[in-house]
């Protein structure tokens, strides 16, 4: 099993970033997947989450409206679109799967986790 995120880097305050998630070794369409965010001292943190067909989506209310998870089952990839930046979105962000066919915020319901991507956003 193997989940690959990319897409992170350096960007000021008010640009955007596109993330990715490429998944390997397990039926992705049969999984909700979630995007995390950590910051070193704290505990990592839901973001937003899509549930196995893509027709439910869930955010954080501190992303609400700005952030966008969307997934291409064909693909076994999902995708975070992050606009409107602010410097209080500087984290690593993980990509979970969860073997659930509903919509998990909790941690601990996912199942796979990839490596993360740094994401840094200068004021």
């Known amino acids: 099993v193997q989940l690959q995120a990319s897409g992170g880097g350096l960007v000021q305050a008010g640009g955007s970033l596109r993330l990715s998630c490429a998944a390997s070794?397990?039926?992705?369409?049969?999984?909700?997947m979630g995007w995390f965010r950590q910051v070193p001292g704290k505990e990592r943190e839901f973001v937003a989450g899509?549930?196995?067909?893509?027709?439910?989506?869930h955010y954080a209310d501190s992303v609400k409206g700005r952030f966008a998870i969307s997934r291409v089952n064909a693909m076994n990839t999902v995708y975070l679109q992050l606009n409107s930046l602010k410097p209080e979105d500087t984290a690593v962000y993980y990509c979970?799967?969860?073997?659930?066919?509903?919509?998990?915020?909790?941690?601990?319901?996912?199942?796979?986790w990839g490596r993360g991507t740094q994401v840094t956003v200068s004021s």
């Open positions: 979970a799967a969860a073997r659930s066919r509903g919509l998990p915020i909790g941690e601990g319901y996912y199942d796979y």
């Open positions: 070794g397990f039926t992705f369409s049969s999984y909700a």
């Open positions: 899509i549930m196995w067909r893509g027709d439910t989506t």
